[in-house]
C-alpha cells in the first residue's frame, strides 16, 4: 500500500440493518413490557374500579317506589314528548318530576343519615341527571333534574378523595340521551390508605423489573452490535487488501488511456472551437439584420403615426370648422333683423332687451371666429403665450353660469384664488379642452337624473314612485371648477355628482371615437356623441405637458384633475 493510495476509512456502522435483525425480539419484548405494565396497572386500579361499579349498580338499581332512575327518567321523557296530551298533562310531567326529586332523595337519605355509623357507606354529595339532545313539544330544552347534599364538601386534602361517576342512560323512541352524574366520596379511610399503599408497592415491583429487563436488553444488543461491528471490519479490510491489487495492476493501464483520451480530447476543443467561432459569427450577422428590420419597422410605424394623427386633425378641423361656419353664417340675418327691429321699437324696455338679444349673438359670433381660428391649425402647431388658468376659469364660470342653471338644471361653482396662476400655452386650445369636460360633466347630470327617474318609475308602489318621483325632478346637478397650486405645478379640477363611470370606460374613455352617448336620445339637441371630447383633452394636454387623472365609480360622480407646470408671470401680464 502506497502513499498514493491510502487505505479510506472504516464504513460506518449500517444500524439501521441490524436495527432490522433484532426487530422481532425488540417488538417481543415490547409486547411483554407492555403486557406487563398494563396488568400492573390494572391490578393497582381494581378496588377503585369496584367501588364505580357498586356505586352505578346502587343507581340503576335500587327501587323506591318500584321502579328504578333509568325507568323513572325514560317515563318523564316519554310524557314531555308524547303527542297525545290530556288536560292533565303539565300536572302529570310535575308529578313525574317530583317522583324523580323524592326518588334522589330517598336514594341518599340513608346514606347520609348512617354516613358516621356505617363506614362502607358512600358521603353523596349531588346527583345530577342532564337532558342531551331531548326537547318536549314546544321545542324547549329539558331542564336537569338533581339533588345536592346540604353538607358542604369537604376541602384540602380530603377534596381528593372526591370521585365522580358520570355514565348515560339511553331513551328509547328519543334521539337524545340522559347523563347521569354522582359525586361521592368513600369514606373508608383505612381501605384508601391501603389501596394507595397497595398502587405504590405495584409501582416499585414494576420499576424493579421493569429497569433490570431494560438494562439487560441494551447490554445485549450493544455486544450484539459490537460482534457484528468487528466482523464488518474483517470482511472491509480483506476487500480493501483485494481492491488495492487491483488497482496495481489496472494503473499502467489507466494511465495510457488518460493520455490517449487528452489527446483525443485537445482535438474535440479544437473543432468545437472553430465550430464556436463560425456560430458566434452566424448570430452576430444575424442580429445585425434584425436591428435593421427593427429601425425600418420604427421609422414606418412613426411614419404611420404621424399620418394618422394628421389626418385626425384635419377631419376634425374640416369638420368643426363646417358646423362653425354654417352657423355664423345663419346668425347674419338675426343680426339684420334685431338691427331693423331695434331702429322701428319705439319703447325703451323693448329696445333695451333687443340690445341684450345681439349682444348675446354678438358674443356667439366672437366665439364661433375663435373656433374658426382654433380648428383651422393642428394642436401641435399652438400659439404659446402666459395664461392665468385661474383667471380663465373664473370666466369659463360666468360664461356657462346662466345656461347651466337655467337650460342645464345644474348648478355651476368655482373655488379659484384670486391671486392669477400663469402657465405657458394657447388659450384657444385650454379654453374648448375646460369647456370640453364641462359639457362631459353636464352629461353626467343627465344620466344620473334619468336613472333616478326611471328607478322611481320601476316602484310598485304608488305613493313610494310619487315621492321618489318628484325626488328626481328635483334633483339638481353640481359642477364644481377648483384650481390649486401644488408645488411646481398647478391643478385644475372639475368635479361633478353625475352617473359616474365603470372601470371599462375610464380606460376608453379618452380614445377617439369612443363615446356612450352616441345615437341617444338623451343627448339630442346637445354636441354628443361623437367621441371626440375627451379625445381632444388628451392631446391639448399632451401638447401642454400637462397629465391628467381620473377618478370615477358608478353613481358616485366623476373628478377630472389635471396638471400643469407653473410658469413665471410675464413681464406685462394680460387678462389672462
Not at 339533588?147 to 334521539?175: D, I, V
Not at 439584420?289 to 386633425?313: C, G, I, V
Not at 328635483?474 to 352617473?499: K, S, Y
Request: a neutral charge; charged letters at 30%; glycine letters at 4%.
Amino acid at each position: 500500500m502506497t502513499a498514493a493510495n491510502p487505505i479510506p476509512e472504516a464504513p460506518p456502522l449500517a444500524v439501521g440493518r441490524y436495527m432490522g435483525r433484532l426487530a422481532p425480539l425488540a417488538v417481543l419484548w415490547a409486547v411483554l413490557v407492555g403486557l406487563l405494565g398494563w396488568l400492573l396497572y390494572t391490578r393497582a386500579l381494581w378496588s377503585e374500579e369496584s367501588d364505580r361499579a357498586n356505586v352505578r349498580e346502587w343507581l340503576d338499581n335500587t327501587r323506591i317506589f318500584r321502579k328504578t332512575l333509568a325507568e323513572l327518567v325514560r317515563e318523564y321523557v316519554e310524557l314531555l314528548t308524547a303527542e297525545n296530551r290530556g288536560i292533565d298533562h303539565a300536572e302529570r310531567v310535575t308529578t313525574k318530576r317530583a317522583e324523580i326529586d323524592e326518588h334522589l332523595r330517598a336514594l341518599v337519605e340513608p346514606t347520609r343519615m348512617y354516613g358516621s355509623q356505617l363506614p362502607l357507606f358512600p358521603n353523596v354529595y349531588s346527583i345530577e341527571i342532564e337532558f342531551s339532545g331531548v326537547t318536549n313539544r314546544d321545542g324547549e330544552a329539558l331542564p336537569p333534574i338533581g339533588w345536592t347534599s346540604p353538607k358542604p364538601r369537604p376541602g384540602g386534602p380530603a377534596q381528593e378523595q372526591l370521585r365522580t361517576l358520570e355514565y348515560q342512560t339511553p331513551l328509547p323512541r328519543t334521539p337524545g340521551t340522559a347523563t347521569v352524574r354522582c359525586i361521592y366520596q368513600l369514606h373508608s379511610f383505612n381501605r384508601i390508605q391501603k389501596q394507595q399503599d397497595e398502587y405504590r408497592f405495584w409501582q416499585m415491583l414494576a420499576a424493579a423489573i421493569l429497569v433490570p429487563t431494560m438494562l439487560i436488553a441494551v447490554y445485549l444488543v450493544g455486544r450484539f452490535l459490537r460482534r457484528e461491528r468487528l466482523r464488518e471490519l474483517e470482511k472491509w479490510r480483506a476487500a480493501v487488501e483485494a481492491e488495492h491489487r487491483q488497482r496495481e495492476l489496472l494503473a499502467a493501464q489507466v494511465e495510457r488511456e488518460l493520455m490517449e483520451r487528452h489527446l483525443l480530447e485537445t482535438r474535440v476543443k479544437q473543432q468545437e472551437a472553430e465550430r464556436a467561432t463560425e456560430e458566434l459569427t452566424r448570430k452576430l450577422l444575424e442580429q445585425e439584420l434584425e436591428a435593421a428590420k427593427l429601425a425600418n419597422r420604427a421609422a414606418e410605424a412613426e411614419r404611420s403615426a404621424l399620418e394618422m394623427r394628421s389626418q385626425l386633425y384635419a377631419s376634425i378641423g374640416i369638420m368643426a370648422g363646417s358646423y362653425a361656419h354654417n352657423i355664423k353664417n345663419l346668425l347674419v340675418r338675426p343680426n339684420d333683423l334685431l338691427t331693423r327691429c331695434m331702429e322701428a321699437a319705439r319703447d325703451h324696455e323693448q329696445q333695451q332687451m333687443l340690445a341684450e338679444v345681439k349682444n348675446t349673438l354678438g358674443t356667439v359670433t366672437e366665439r364661433l371666429q375663435q373656433i374658426l381660428r382654433t380648428v383651422r391649425r393642428d394642436p401641435t402647431n399652438a400659439e404659446i403665450t402666459h395664461v392665468d388658468l385661474n383667471a380663465l376659469v373664473r370666466e369659463t364660470q360666468q360664461t356657462w353660469m346662466d345656461m347651466g342653471r337655467e337650460k342645464w338644471k345644474l348648478t355651476l361653482q368655482a373655488d379659484v384664488p384670486s391671486e392669477p396662476a400663469y402657465i405657458t400655452g394657447d388659450l384657444s386650445h385650454l379654453q374648448q379642452a375646460i369647456e370640453n369636460l364641462l359639457f362631459n360633466a353636464r352629461d353626467a347630470t343627465f344620466e344620473m337624473r334619468n336613472y333616478l327617474r326611471d328607478e322611481a318609475k320601476r316602484e310598485t308602489d304608488p305613493a313610494i314612485r310619487k315621492k321618489k318621483l318628484l325626488e328626481a325632478a328635483a334633483w339638481r346637478g353640481e359642477v364644481w371648477l377648483r384650481t390649486r397650486e401644488d408645488g411646481d405645478h398647478i391643478l385644475l379640477e372639475v368635479r361633478d355628482n353625475g352617473i359616474g363611470m365603470t372601470d371599462e370606460v375610464r380606460r376608453n374613455c379618452l380614445k377617439t371615437h369612443f363615446s356612450t352617448k352616441r345615437d341617444n336620445a338623451l343627448y339630442e339637441g346637445y354636441s354628443a356623441g361623437m367621441g371626440l371630447g375627451l379625445s381632444f383633452v388628451a392631446m391639448v394636454l399632451d401638447h401642454h405637458r400637462a397629465t391628467l387623472e381620473i377618478e370615477s365609480a358608478p353613481l358616485h360622480g366623476t373628478t377630472f384633475r389635471l396638471r400643469f407646470p407653473l410658469a413665471a408671470s410675464p413681464p406685462q401680464a394680460s387678462d389672462h
